[in-house]
């Protein structure tokens, strides 16, 4: 075998499984949906308030501190945090049914944003410190 045949077979392999990284929802976003720009992003206020709504909405499903719970998946992960604030913004509101994700047509675009605002400014790697399944409940 020639090294470019070997090379070849190399860059190949890395490219299915970057390819097979992305989640599959990605794949789905329009163009014009992926390149929209969050009006909130990185204003505090914005975050605040998308903290307040991810806690009503979404920390059932991926925890108080955004780092998933059993099939759910981290938002702090790097394919979340590499996501474009437009397909953050495509997936909640057209939801992921296969993933058990759903939609949040319902909420006002404003409160999607201000949830996309939060989730971006939480950064990627673990939260600073473990959280348990039991916190915030009462004994």
């Not at 990284?21 to 605040?48: H, L, M």
């Not at 709504?53 to 979340?80: D, F, I, M, T, W």
């Not at 590499?82 to 495509?90: C, H, K, L, R, S």
């Amino acid at each position: 075998m020639s090294w470019q045949t070997c090379c070849c077979g190399i860059v190949l392999g890395v490219a299915i499984t970057c390819g097979a990284a992305e989640p599959s929802w990605i794949r789905k976003v329009p163009e014009a949906d992926r390149v929209r720009t969050n009006p909130y992003d990185g204003q505090a206020e914005a975050i605040a308030a998308g903290s307040r709504l991810y806690a009503n909405y979404c920390a059932q499903c991926h925890g108080s501190e955004a780092l998933g719970r059993g099939k759910r998946p981290s938002l702090r992960s790097p394919e979340v945090q590499q996501a474009t604030d437009g397909e953050i913004f495509w997936l909640l509101r057209n939801g992921n049914r296969r993933r058990g994700m759903p939609s949040w047509n319902s909420l006002p675009e404003p409160s999607r944003w201000q949830i996309v605002a939060y989730i971006k400014s939480l950064g990627d790697g673990p939260a600073s410190k473990p959280v348990r399944e039991t916190e915030g409940t009462q004994r």
